[in-house]
């Protein structure tokens, strides 16, 4: 619970904040592939790579606690929501240019 729940939920979030932070990030594609992304579209990202972090917490952390268990799926589809929001903006911008 606490391992998965909270530390792997922390990698994304961490990133996503970091990424915030610079103005950067990274797009990772198949096979290693990358896309450095700059302005909007690494706002966008990060806020989905958040997002990410969220669920695996909304799952793995208050999915297994007893009194959060009825929140759970509620914040799973919100992080589900920004995700996507996050992943299509991004994807727009991409193919746009």
Excluded: N
Aim: hydrophobic share 55%; aromatic share 14%; charged share 10%.
């Amino acid at each position: 619970m606490w391992l998965l729940g909270v530390g792997v939920a922390l990698i994304p979030i961490y990133y996503g904040i970091r990424c915030l932070q610079t103005g950067h990030a990274t797009f990772f594609g198949s096979r290693g592939s990358r896309l450095d992304l700059t302005g909007s579209s690494a706002v966008a990202m990060a806020i989905a790579y958040i997002a990410v972090g969220v669920f695996i917490h909304a799952h793995w952390f208050w999915g297994l606690h007893p009194k959060l268990e009825a929140l759970s799926p509620i914040l799973k589809v919100l992080a589900v929501l920004v995700f996507l929001g996050g992943l299509g903006y991004t994807s727009y911008k991409i193919l746009a240019l």
